[in-house]
């Protein structure tokens, strides 16, 4: 399997694990009263699924995109510095004709 692969798959995993954390954290500090409302509601499983869910797929977005900007090198002299440019700007002439002007 190619290691681009792997990578992605772990830290695909690694945001699925770091979700179930926080969603565990929301309903053990009972943000919003949300344990409340999952545990007397019948839909409060799909509710606490769902919100696994959606949180794993944006956190293993965003481990994904950490670990690859991680992979940069270091020694990269390519980049430019943040002093400005002198820019000269030149004028243009532009003839305007004198003539009568057809109405359409």
Same mark, same amino acid.
């Given at each position: 399997?190619?290691?681009? $692969?792997?990578?992605?798959?772990?830290? %695909?995993?690694?945001?699925? %694990?770091?979700?179930? /954390?926080?969603?565990?954290? $929301?309903?053990?500090?009972?943000?919003?009263?949300?344990? !409340?409302?999952? *545990? !007397? #509601?019948?839909? /409060?499983?799909?509710?606490? /699924?769902?919100?696994?869910?959606?949180?794993?797929?944006?956190?293993?977005?965003?481990?994904?995109?950490?670990?690859?900007?991680?992979?940069?090198?270091? #020694? #990269?002299?390519?980049?430019? *510095?943040?002093?400005?440019?002198? %820019?000269?700007?030149? *004028?243009?002439?532009?003839?305007?004709?004198?003539?009568?002007?057809?109405?359409?």
């Amino acid at each position: 399997m190619p290691k681009l $692969i792997r990578l992605y798959i772990r830290q %695909v995993i690694l945001g699925f %694990v770091i979700s179930a /954390g926080f969603v565990a954290m $929301i309903l053990w500090f009972n943000v919003a009263n949300l344990w !409340h409302l999952v *545990t !007397h #509601d019948p839909a /409060g499983p799909l509710a606490v /699924g769902l919100l696994w869910l959606f949180n794993g797929i944006v956190f293993s977005g965003v481990q994904f995109g950490i670990s690859i900007m991680r992979l940069a090198e270091d #020694d #990269d002299d390519s980049g430019g *510095t943040r002093a400005p440019e002198a %820019v000269e700007y030149a *004028t243009v002439p532009a003839r305007a004709d004198d003539g009568p002007r057809r109405r359409l």
